[in-house]
T-cell receptor, first 117, second 112 residues
Framework: SAVISQKPSRDICQRGTSLTIQCQVDSQVTMMFWYRQQPGQSLTLIATANQGSEATYESGFVIDKFPISRPNLTFSTLTVSNMSPEDSSIYLC??????????????FGPGTRLTVL | DQQVKQNSPSLSVQEGRISILNCDYTNSMFDYFLWYKKYPAEGPTFLISISSIKDKNEDGRFTVFLNKSAKHLSLHIVPSQPGDSAVYFCAASYGTASKLTFGTGTRLQVTL
């Protein structure tokens, strides 16, 4: 299994500011995913980040709001820009168990709990 | 449009008894289903999965049943233990896509 760490683990931010969340994996992976879990809601996929290409965003999420970097095969960042209280969520990164397989479970990081005041 | 639904937000079960968590889906393209467990302040951890070519998969105390005609799956935990107390999410994917669609979760409380 992959070991995934995220920084920061939690933060409280003022509206209008931006926060960059880091995700570090202990092995090289092609795909990384970023999810959001709003209070009382399910995990919702924000985007898929592949190394060497632009991230692919899901419906309802845009690059200007959630820019993603993927500089190498073990690291990615997600920035939550111009934050509002509605962005208060847990943000999680994940990686698939093994690429190239049809069926994949994913390993998740511990999450970043963001509160926007 | 919630494609994966867990209609029970919470469930309380006595230790030693069976816990049954349910999940319904609407997208008939889904062909792989997973259950995750999540403790507070931790990321979800994979529990068990099933592909659409099967109707049952068992792993120790955990069994997942799939009823494709009803678009329904369930997770059975027997016997339930206090350490099983967590939020359980079902998730689904299809084809070669690794993208997962999650349900809203069911909080399981196993009491002594």
């Amino acid at each position: 299994s992959a070991v995934i760490s995220q920084k920061p683990s939690r933060d409280i931010c003022q509206r209008g500011t931006s926060l960059t969340i880091q995700c570090q994996v202990d092995s090289q992976v092609t795909m990384m995913f970023w999810y959001r879990q709003q209070p009382g809601q399910s995990l919702t996929l924000i985007a898929t980040a592949n190394q060497g290409s632009e991230a692919t965003y899901e419906s309802g999420f845009v690059i200007d709001k959630f820019p993603i970097s993927r500089p190498n095969l073990t690291f990615s960042t997600l920035t939550v820009s111009n934050m509002s209280p509605e962005d208060s969520s847990i943000y999680l990164c994940s990686v698939p168990r093994a690429s190239g397989l049809v069926y994949n479970e994913q390993f998740f990081g511990p999450g970043t709990r963001l509160t926007v005041l | 449009d919630q494609q994966v639904k867990q209609n029970s937000p919470s469930l309380s079960v006595q230790e030693g008894r069976i816990s049954i968590l349910n999940c319904d889906y609407t997208n008939s393209m889904f062909d792989y289903f997973l259950w995750y467990k999540k403790y507070p302040a931790e990321g979800p951890t994979f529990l068990i999965s099933i592909s659409s070519i099967k109707d049952k998969n068992e792993d120790g105390r955990f069994t997942v049943f799939l009823n494709k005609s009803a678009k329904h799956l369930s997770l059975h935990i027997v016997p339930s233990q206090p350490g099983d107390s967590a939020v359980y999410f079902c998730a689904a994917s299809y084809g070669t896509a690794s993208k997962l669609t999650f349900g809203t979760g069911t909080r399981l409380q196993v009491t002594l």
